[in-house]
C-alpha cells in the first residue's frame, strides 16, 4: 500500500502463520493479493479472500490424507500454488522442509532423508529427479499441477484452527551457505510470524510488489511474501530471476525485492546503457544539479530521472535488499534516481531478518538498526570496535535438525553466534565487515577481511565478480570481469583498478596476486557467490 494511500495501516500482533491468514482475510478481503501471468500480456489476480479460501481447502485434503504433524517437502519455481501448499501444510501444524530446486538428486535424496519427510509437493519441472529419490523410500508425490484437482476434493472448505502454539514447528530449513554442508534449521511458527511483523513494522507501505527472490529461502519468504502480505499488498509472482526485466516493466511495481548482486547488476546496466548512448556526462550532470537542489528541499529526482525510472516500470519507488553487503555506489545511486534503497542484514537461523534501514532513519553504509523482535551485541571487540555479532529474540531458532552444532550456537544466556562481524555505532546501527571464518590472518598478526576488499573493488565497471582470500601468504583477488573486451584490454583495466585500490589502503591490505577468470563463480540459490577458490580453468589469467 502507497505511503500516499488513504487507508491506514492495522495493527498487528500475531505468532501462528494461522492468526496471520486471518488477519490478512480480515483486514484486506477482496483487495488483491496476488497477481501472476497466465499468457503473454494477461494477468490473474487473486484477492485475499480466495487466498483464505484456497488455503483452508488444501489444508482439509492434506488433513484427510493424514499429514497434520508430518514433515512434507516443498520444491519447485515461484508460483501461486507454491504459497498455497506453503500455507496449507503449516496451517495444519504439519512442517515444510522448502527445497532449492537447482540442487542435484543426490543432495535432494539426503534431504529427504535427514529430515524425515512423509510426503513431498513438487513442480512438473523436477520431476523425474523428484521420483527417483522417493521411489525407495515410498514417500507420498503431490505435483503442483494437482494442487486445484486436491482442492475439489474439500468443496465446503475445511475449517482451520485460528492459532497454533507458538512453539509449533513450522519449517525446515536447510541453509545453501557458500561453504561447507548445509544445516537443517528448525524455525517454529513464532520464529517466522514475528520476523515478519517485526519487519512489516519497519518498512515502507506499498502499493503492488514484485517477488524474484526464491520462496524457498527465508529471505524471498519472508521479505518477499510474507511482510507485503501484511502490508496489504498485490504480489506478483515472477517465476524466473531471468525474467525481472520483462516483469518489472509489465507489472510495473513501487517495490522490489532483491540481493545484492541483482541490484549491483541493474545498477550497473542504468550506467553502462547511458554510455552506450552518449549521456553519461549529462547524467553526471543531472545528477549533481538534483543533489543541489536536494540542500534546498526541492526533490527533483523522479521529474529529472523519469526516462530512468520508466525503464525500471515507470512506478519503482523503493528497494529492499539484503543477504550481503552493497556497495555504497549503488546504494546512493539509486537514491540519486529518487528510489530510496533499504539495506538489511539477516541469517536463517534469525527467520532471517534482524536489522533493516528504515526511511526516518538510514545510514547508506550501515545495515540499520535492529528489529522489534530481537536485539543484538558485539562481543569480543577489537580495536575499531569489530567483534561477532550476536542476537537474541523470538525470532531465533531453537536448534539444527540432528547436528551435533546445535549445543554450540547458543551462548549460556541465550545469545545466538552468527559467525558474522561487524561494529555498531552510538545510535545503534549495525556495520558489517564480514565473515569470521573468512577472516584473512596474516603473518604480521594483522587481520584483513576479504569481503572489505571485494567491497571496496566490485563497483568497478570492469568487475562482475571477485572473491578474496589467501593463498601462499598473498591476498589474492580471483576476478570474473564485466563485458567482452579483449584479453590485453582485461587485463590492462582489471590491473587499474587494483592498483588504484592498493594504492588508497595500507599496505598489508594490499592485493598482490590477481586471478582473471573466464567463468563466472558457482553461486548459492539467492546469488551468493560460493567460496570457492583456486577454481581456475584452461583460458584463466594469473597475475602475481
Same mark, same amino acid.
Given at each position: 500500500?502507497?505511503?500516499?494511500?488513504?487507508?491506514?495501516?492495522?495493527?498487528?500482533?500475531?505468532? @501462528?502463520?494461522?492468526?496471520?491468514?486471518?488477519?490478512?482475510?480480515?483486514?484486506?478481503?477482496?483487495?488483491?493479493?496476488?497477481?501472476?501471468?497466465?499468457?503473454?500480456?494477461?494477468?490473474?489476480?487473486? @484477492?485475499?479472500?480466495?487466498?483464505?479460501?484456497?488455503?483452508?481447502?488444501?489444508?482439509? /485434503?492434506?488433513?484427510?490424507?493424514?499429514?497434520?504433524?508430518?514433515?512434507?517437502?516443498?520444491?519447485?519455481?515461484?508460483?501461486?500454488?507454491?504459497?498455497?501448499?506453503?500455507?496449507?501444510?503449516?496451517?495444519?501444524?504439519?512442517?515444510?522442509?522448502?527445497?532449492?530446486?537447482?540442487?542435484?538428486?543426490?543432495?535432494? @535424496?539426503? %534431504?529427504?532423508?535427514?529430515?524425515?519427510? &512423509?510426503?513431498?509437493?513438487?513442480?512438473?519441472?523436477?520431476?523425474?529427479?523428484?521420483?527417483?529419490?522417493?521411489?525407495?523410500?515410498?514417500?507420498?508425490?503431490?505435483?503442483?499441477?494437482?494442487?486445484?484437482?486436491?482442492?475439489?476434493?474439500?468443496?465446503?472448505?475445511?475449517?482451520?484452527?485460528?492459532?497454533?502454539?507458538?512453539?509449533?514447528?513450522?519449517?525446515?530449513?536447510?541453509?545453501?551457505?557458500?561453504?561447507?554442508?548445509?544445516?537443517? $534449521?528448525?524455525?517454529?511458527?513464532?520464529?517466522?510470524?514475528?520476523?515478519?511483523?517485526?519487519?512489516?513494522?519497519? %518498512?515502507?507501505?506499498?502499493?503492488?510488489?514484485?517477488?524474484?527472490?526464491?520462496?524457498?529461502?527465508?529471505?524471498?519468504?519472508?521479505?518477499?511474501?510474507? $511482510?507485503?502480505?501484511?502490508?496489504?499488498?498485490?504480489?506478483?509472482?515472477?517465476?524466473?530471476?531471468?525474467?525481472?526485466?520483462?516483469?518489472?516493466?509489465?507489472?510495473?511495481?513501487?517495490?522490489?525485492?532483491?540481493?545484492?548482486?541483482?541490484?549491483?547488476?541493474?545498477?550497473?546496466?542504468?550506467?553502462?546503457?547511458?554510455? &552506450?548512448?552518449?549521456?553519461?556526462?549529462?547524467?553526471? @550532470?543531472?545528477?549533481?544539479?538534483?543533489?543541489?537542489?536536494?540542500?534546498?528541499?526541492?526533490?527533483?529526482?523522479?521529474?529529472?530521472?523519469? #526516462?530512468?525510472?520508466?525503464?525500471?516500470?515507470? #512506478?519503482?519507488?523503493?528497494?529492499?535488499? +539484503?543477504?550481503?553487503?552493497?556497495?555504497?555506489?549503488?546504494?546512493?545511486?539509486?537514491?540519486?534516481?529518487?528510489?530510496?534503497?533499504?539495506?538489511?542484514?539477516?541469517?536463517?537461523?534469525? /527467520?532471517?531478518?534482524?536489522?533493516?534501514?528504515?526511511?526516518? =532513519?538510514?545510514?547508506?553504509?550501515?545495515?540499520?538498526?535492529?528489529?522489534?523482535?530481537?536485539?543484538?551485541?558485539?562481543?569480543?571487540?577489537?580495536?575499531?570496535?569489530?567483534?561477532?555479532?550476536?542476537?537474541?529474540?523470538?525470532?531465533?531458532? =531453537?536448534?539444527?535438525?540432528? =547436528?551435533?552444532?546445535?549445543?554450540?550456537?547458543?551462548?549460556?544466556?541465550?545469545?545466538?553466534?552468527?559467525?558474522?562481524? +561487524? *561494529?555498531?555505532?552510538?545510535?545503534?546501527?549495525?556495520?558489517?565487515?564480514?565473515?569470521?571464518?573468512?577472516?584473512?590472518?596474516?603473518?604480521?598478526?594483522?587481520?584483513?577481511?576479504?569481503?572489505?576488499?571485494?567491497?571496496?573493488?566490485?563497483?568497478?565497471?570492469?568487475?562482475?565478480?571477485? %572473491? $578474496?582470500?589467501?593463498?601462499?601468504?598473498?591476498?589474492?583477488?580471483?576476478?570474473?570481469?564485466?563485458?567482452?573486451?579483449?584479453?590485453?584490454?582485461?587485463?590492462?583495466?582489471?590491473?587499474?583498478?587494483?592498483?588504484?585500490?592498493?594504492? =588508497?589502503?595500507?599496505?598489508?591490505?594490499?592485493?598482490?596476486?590477481?586471478?582473471?577468470?573466464?567463468?563466472?563463480?558457482?553461486?548459492?540459490?539467492?546469488? *551468493?557467490?560460493?567460496?570457492?577458490?583456486?577454481?581456475?580453468?584452461?583460458?584463466?589469467? $594469473?597475475?602475481?
Amino acid at each position: 500500500m502507497s505511503r500516499k494511500a488513504e487507508k491506514k495501516e492495522p495493527v498487528f500482533n500475531l505468532h @501462528s502463520f494461522n492468526e496471520m491468514l486471518l488477519f490478512c482475510r480480515d483486514n484486506f478481503g477482496e483487495s488483491p493479493a496476488f497477481s501472476f501471468r497466465i499468457r503473454k500480456e494477461e494477468k490473474q489476480t487473486v @484477492s485475499f479472500n480466495s487466498f483464505y479460501s484456497d488455503v483452508s481447502r488444501l489444508s482439509g /485434503a492434506f488433513s484427510r490424507l493424514g499429514l497434520s504433524g508430518k514433515r512434507i517437502a516443498l520444491i519447485g519455481a515461484n508460483s501461486y500454488e507454491w504459497i498455497v501448499s506453503y500455507f496449507s501444510v503449516v496451517c495444519i501444524g504439519a512442517s515444510v522442509v522448502p527445497v532449492d530446486k537447482e540442487i542435484p538428486e543426490n543432495e535432494l @535424496s539426503s %534431504v529427504f532423508k535427514r529430515s524425515g519427510c &512423509a510426503a513431498v509437493i513438487y513442480s512438473t519441472e523436477y520431476a523425474e529427479k523428484t521420483e527417483a529419490c522417493v521411489r525407495k523410500d515410498k514417500l507420498s508425490l503431490f505435483p503442483l499441477r494437482r494442487i486445484k484437482e486436491l482442492m475439489k476434493t474439500e468443496p465446503d472448505g475445511f475449517h482451520l484452527p485460528d492459532c497454533l502454539p507458538r512453539d509449533t514447528e513450522a519449517a525446515v530449513v536447510f541453509t545453501s551457505g557458500t561453504t561447507g554442508q548445509s544445516k537443517g $534449521v528448525l524455525l517454529s511458527h513464532e520464529n517466522i510470524i514475528s520476523d515478519a511483523v517485526a519487519a512489516a513494522r519497519a %518498512v515502507e507501505n506499498y502499493k503492488k510488489c514484485l517477488l524474484i527472490l526464491p520462496a524457498h529461502h527465508m529471505f524471498g519468504l519472508v521479505a518477499g511474501i510474507l $511482510v507485503p502480505m501484511l502490508k496489504g499488498c498485490e504480489l506478483f509472482i515472477s517465476s524466473s530471476v531471468r525474467r525481472l526485466a520483462k516483469d518489472v516493466a509489465f507489472f510495473r511495481p513501487q517495490a522490489l525485492v532483491l540481493v545484492p548482486i541483482m541490484a549491483e547488476t541493474m545498477y550497473k546496466k542504468i550506467w553502462a546503457s547511458a554510455e &552506450a548512448a552518449g549521456k553519461s556526462k549529462r547524467m553526471e @550532470s543531472a545528477i549533481r544539479l538534483s543533489r543541489f537542489l536536494l540542500k534546498f528541499h526541492i526533490d527533483a529526482r523522479r521529474k529529472i530521472f523519469r #526516462e530512468i525510472l520508466a525503464s525500471l516500470g515507470g #512506478e519503482l519507488e523503493g528497494i529492499v535488499c +539484503g543477504g550481503a553487503a552493497v556497495s555504497e555506489d549503488c546504494v546512493n545511486g539509486f537514491s540519486d534516481f529518487g528510489i530510496d534503497f533499504f539495506n538489511g542484514y539477516g541469517i536463517t537461523e534469525c /527467520a532471517p531478518v534482524v536489522c533493516v534501514n528504515r526511511k526516518s =532513519s538510514c545510514r547508506s553504509l550501515s545495515v540499520g538498526q535492529p528489529l522489534c523482535c530481537n536485539e543484538i551485541r558485539i562481543t569480543d571487540k577489537d580495536e575499531n570496535g569489530i567483534g561477532n555479532i550476536e542476537v537474541k529474540g523470538a525470532n531465533v531458532f =531453537s536448534g539444527y535438525l540432528d =547436528s551435533p552444532d546445535s549445543e554450540h550456537s547458543k551462548t549460556a544466556d541465550g545469545w545466538f553466534q552468527t559467525g558474522d562481524l +561487524g *561494529k555498531t555505532d552510538m545510535d545503534g546501527f549495525l556495520y558489517l565487515t564480514g565473515r569470521k571464518k573468512n577472516l584473512i590472518i596474516l603473518s604480521n598478526g594483522k587481520n584483513v577481511s576479504p569481503e572489505e576488499i571485494e567491497n571496496a573493488l566490485s563497483h568497478h565497471n570492469c568487475i562482475r565478480e571477485i %572473491v $578474496v582470500y589467501e593463498k601462499g601468504g598473498k591476498i589474492t583477488a580471483e576476478i570474473f570481469p564485466e563485458g567482452k573486451n579483449t584479453a590485453e584490454q582485461t587485463e590492462k583495466t582489471v590491473n587499474e583498478a587494483v592498483d588504484a585500490y592498493n594504492r =588508497s589502503v595500507p599496505t598489508y591490505k594490499n592485493i598482490e596476486r590477481v586471478i582473471i577468470r573466464e567463468h563466472e563463480f558457482s553461486k548459492t540459490p539467492t546469488m *551468493k557467490i560460493k567460496r570457492e577458490y583456486e577454481t581456475i580453468k584452461k583460458g584463466d589469467n $594469473v597475475h602475481a
